[in-house]
Structure formats: structure tokens, C-alpha cells
């Protein structure tokens, strides 16, 4: 489901009647700047002040080991403001209503309603003549891709963003199942297929001692209240599970028969126990808990990759033996995975009126053009942490590589921003990573991904794209837009755990969302869909 985390002091955070132009410097000195698309920025050092939420795999953005050689390389010094990740939306909107804003606001929660609504009002600078007359990489790229340069322009022609370009492949079908190979062979199973198979699996999963250990103690199914929660992959057998577009008109899912079906489906699963009990509460530390068990016992669980239930990477350990589940047939034949194309981030490097040299935070923006850049802000130290390709090495994709992966992703480290930042990282230089036995991680998600989830891939036109709200739009979704997304979820977890009879409370719950206005929610994102695609 779209969610627009959005809160009523957006509508009244205005300039505070200072506006700032681009190339100002606000009684400052002039600098000198280099020459476009060259390194140093600037002759002399320059301080950007920079928001940034905390990053779990990050130790310190200011004594990172990236963030001192991008600032001897630019010439330019990052002042760091670092908001907690927690509430960070809360804490962001508290700055963008005060007087005092940092010079960019990058990776962070706003929305696409904030960002047109302040880019309006003159608090976000619009980039188009700061790209025009500054820019030269990002100029070329936006040349190249005229769909990227259509997703980051606004309704009202300013682009308020620099786009941040992450074109994963295993991401655009990630929500997957994973599970446990040997207990399938130590048990004689085939991979399921259908959610009749699906259920035999967990049933033998649980009744049949697949550890060996002589007891029964495996948990067949967990998952967590923070990423995919149920019903999510459970659901699409059913119904896809979030909102989609069919024949041009929005429509939500949780209102269909189909819904009810897939609850029940479930319920089954967890009055049976084959689905954990604590999988509706526990968060996702919890759930890596209970893949981090020495004895295995758990069976399969949710995630982009095995990293998300367990401690993960590198070319060993048990998370290895955990495969991907594809999507399942349900009893009216229904198979599709959850999709979401490639989109731009449109809003993860955003210049303020507050920044004094608005040229040089867009040049340092776009210093992430050279691939070796973004090689070092995502994934560390050249020749320590990753080295070029040599001649005859393969890539992911099967063509030669560019790039060869030498330490593992995934632990709390201080050599690089774990992928935050202006990063252009397009599907082919993605898979331009060359295929090694000692990192296997991207490779093996591109297979799982490939061979299991593409075939089954929602219609690339039933997919509701990120929209555009204007002020309107956004203050009637501030209001009810949480209050039923909150609804349907708590709906969900009590349908499951029969907490809440589902014959009994169905047309309840129906009932409840009319009276939550559901129809001018469904009708709010018709007309943003038709304002953009029609």
C-alpha cells in the first residue's frame, strides 16, 4: 500500500518570507568553482550543512572513511545533521516547520506531496536552471533517460530533486519466501507449488522432527510486524496484495471476496500453530533470533533476502541453504508476485533555500556520476573492499564485468554509507558485478528472482506508480489515509489470529472503512493517476 506519511504542519511550514535564489550567497563571500565535471569542486573548502537519517549499518557519517576521501576529492566539508531512524518522519517534519534548515535534505522521509507542496512555496529550490547551467554528468544522463527526467519533474515543471538511481533487479520482485532446502530433502518434499502443497509442507515441517533432534520444536513459518508482514505473500494467491490498477481505475484489495478467502487460508495456517504465534507482534530483530538459532528451527519467513531473518552474507553459513519459495497457485489458479518497477528516488537530495552555495551541493551531487564514487560510497575502500573487473571476468548479467565485490554487504562498518547518498546505480552497472564463489549474494538473487518470480510478475500496468498529491489532495489524505492503512492492519492481524471472527466481522469491517471514507481515499489517488496518466 502507497502511504503518504504526512502531517498538517506541512500545510502551514512556509518560507519564512527570506527566499533564497539559486546561486545566492546570502552575504557571504563568493567562491571560485572549478570547471564543470571536474574534481575539486571548489578552490577553496566549502561546508555543506547536510540532514541525514542514522543508517543501521553505519557507525558515524562524520568520521567515515568515504566521507573523508569524497571531501579531500571535492574540496567540500559535510556538517552532519544525523536524525534517528525511529519516528524520523516526525523529527524531519519538526525541522522543515522551524527557521533554520540544513543546505540538503538527502535519503530522507518526504514525501512527494512535501516536496511539491514546498517546492512551491519556494522552501526546496527548484534544480532545472542549476542543472542547465552547472551541471554536466546529471545533464547527460537526464539526455540519455528521458524516463527518469519524467518521473522527477513535478506537475508544475521543476524538478525538486536530484534523482537518486538504484535499478535493482532482485528488488522490483522482493518480496519473497524463503525456505529451509534440507528440511525439504531431509523430509523427501518437492518445493511447493500451490497453497494445498504450501500447507502439506508446513504440516510436515512441524509434525515430522526435520531437525532430527527428537523433538518437536520447529517453527514452520515465522514472520515479523516491521517488513512483509502477513498477509503479504501469503495473500497473492488470492489477490494481489496491495493496491493496483485494473482497466485504468484504482482499486484496493481488501475489500474483495477474494480477501476474506485468503484470511481464512491463513487463520487455518495459524490455528494449526504452523505459523508462529509471536509473528504478528515481533519485531525484526526477533525474528533474526529465531534464524540465528544454533539448532535449526525455523522453516521459511519473509524477506528481500535471507538477510532479513538471519545473520547473512559471505560464502558460507547456514543462510545458504535457505531458497527462495516461488509464488504460490491458489484454489481459482491465481499466481502473481508483488512488483514494483525501477523508480527514481524523487526526493533523496533536496537543495533548500537556506543553502548558501546551492551550485556547489548540486555538484557535489552529482560528483556520484563517476562510477567509482558511487563504487566507494556504497560498497567501500578500492582494491580492499571492491576492485575493478579484469579482462575475461563475467558479470552477473553475463557480459563482461566492471567490478569484482571482495568484502561482504550487511555488517555495521565506518568504510562507506551502505548505499545512502545520490548514487547512480543503473540496472546495467548492477549487473556488471562480476559472479564470484567467495560473494555470491547478488548472483544468487538474481537467479531466485529470474527463474522463480519474473514468469509471475504482475502487469507492468496494473502497478500503481508513485503520484504526485497537490495541497488539497494531501491534507484530505493526512487525514485519513493512516486511519484506514492502521485499520486494515490491525483488521489483518486480528482476522489471522481469530482474535476477531472473520464470518462474524466481515461486513463489519467493510462497513468501517465506508464510514472511514474509503471512497474518496480509492477516489483522491484516481485523480492523481489521471492528472499524471491520462
Known amino acids: 500500500m502507497l502511504f503518504i506519511g504526512l502531517t498538517l504542519l506541512l500545510l502551514t511550514g512556509c518560507n519564512n518570507g527570506d527566499e533564497k535564489t539559486a546561486g545566492s550567497s546570502k552575504g557571504e563571500e563568493d567562491i571560485e568553482l572549478t570547471k564543470p565535471g571536474t574534481f575539486p569542486i571548489t578552490k577553496e573548502k566549502v561546508t555543506l550543512k547536510v540532514l541525514v537519517p542514522a543508517h543501521p549499518l553505519v557507525e558515524d557519517y562524520k568520521t567515515n572513511v568515504f566521507t573523508k576521501w569524497y571531501e579531500e576529492k571535492t574540496n567540500v566539508h559535510i556538517e552532519w ?42 522552501m526546496f529550490l527548484p534544480l532545472n536552471d542549476l542543472i542547465d547551467d552547472t551541471g554536466t554528468d546529471v545533464k547527460k544522463f537526464l539526455d540519455e533517460r528521458p524516463d527518469v527526467l519524467d518521473s522527477i519533474t513535478a506537475p508544475d515543471g521543476n524538478i525538486y530533486s536530484m534523482p537518486y538511481i538504484n535499478e535493482c533487479y532482485h528488488c522490483t520482485l522482493a518480496q519473497k519466501l524463503w525456505i529451509y532446502q534440507p528440511w525439504l530433502e531431509e523430509l523427501g518434499l518437492e518445493m511447493p507449488e500451490t497453497t494445498e502443497e504450501f500447507y502439506q509442507v508446513l504440516k510436515a515441517f512441524k509434525e515430522k522432527d526435520p531437525n532430527g533432534n527428537g523433538k518437536q520444536d520447529e517453527i514452520p513459518l515465522a514472520g515479523n510486524k516491521d517488513l512483509w508482514p502477513f498477509p503479504g505473500f501469503l495473500m497473492d494467491p ?47 530483530d526477533q525474528l533474526k533470533r529465531l534464524g540465528n538459532s544454533k539448532e535449526t528451527i525455523l522453516g521459511m519467513a519473509m524477506g528481500y533476502w535471507q538477510g532479513d531473518m538471519m545473520t547473512a552474507g559471505g560464502n558460507s553459513g547456514k543462510w545458504l541453504d535457505y531458497v527462495a519459495v516461488p509464488p504460490l497457485e491458489g484454489p481459482n489458479g491465481n499466481r502473481v508476485a508483488w512488483y514494483q518497477p525501477p ?192
Open 81 to 122: 545533521e544525523v536524525i534517528p531512524t525511529q519516528n524520523a518522519e516526525e523529527k524531519l517534519n519538526l525541522i522543515l516547520s522551524s527557521d533554520d534548515l540544513p543546505d540538503v535534505i538527502m535519503n530522507s522521509p518526504v514525501t512527494l506531496s512535501q516536496l511539491m507542496i514546498y517546492g512551491s512555496q519556494g
Open 238 to 284: 488470492f489477490i494481489y496484495n496491495e493496491m493496483y490498477v485494473e482497466n485504468g481505475k484504482i482499486q484496493v484489495p481488501y475489500t474483495k471476496p477474494e480477501w476474506k478467502e485468503g484470511l481464512q487460508y491463513i487463520h487455518q495456517l495459524y490455528k494449526e500453530g504452523l505459523i508462529a504465534k509471536e509473528s504478528l507482534t515481533q519485531d525484526q
Open 343 to 534: 523508480v527514481p528516488g524523487r526526493a533523496s537530495f533536496i537543495i533548500t533555500n537556506q543553502a548558501k552555495h546551492p551550485e556547489v551541493a548540486l555538484r557535489w551531487a552529482e560528483g556520484f556520476y563517476d562510477e567509482e564514487v558511487t563504487l566507494r560510497a556504497e560498497t567501500g575502500e578500492m582494491d580492499k573492499d571492491w576492485r575493478w573487473a579484469e579482462d575475461g571476468e563475467i558479470g552477473i548479467n553475463g557480459e563482461p564485468a566492471k567490478w569484482v565485490r571482495l568484502d561482504a554487504y550487511g555488517e555495521v562498518q565506518n568504510t562507506h554509507w551502505a548505499q545512502q547518498g545520490p548514487l547512480i546505480r543503473t540496472d546495467e552497472f548492477r549487473l556488471s558485478e562480476m559472479t564470484t564463489d567467495e560473494q555470491p549474494l547478488e548472483a544468487l538473487l538474481y537467479e531466485e528472482t529470474k527463474g522463480k518470480y519474473e514468469p509471475y510478475k504482475l502487469d507492468e500496468d496494473m502497478v500503481v506508480p508513485p503520484l504526485y498529491f497537490n495541497e488539497e489532495q494531501s491534507a484530505e489524505l493526512a487525514e485519513i489515509e493512516a486511519t484506514i492503512q492502521n485499520f486494515v492492519d490491525e483488521s489483518n492481524a486480528r482476522f489471522i489470529s481469530g482474535d476477531d471472527d472473520i464470518e462474524k466481522g466481515w461486513e463489519s469491517f467493510l462497513q468501517n472503512l465506508e464510514a472511514m471514507n474509503l471512497d474518496r481515499y480509492i477516489e483522491i489517488y484516481q485523480e492523481a493517476y489521471d492528472a499524471k496518466y491520462k
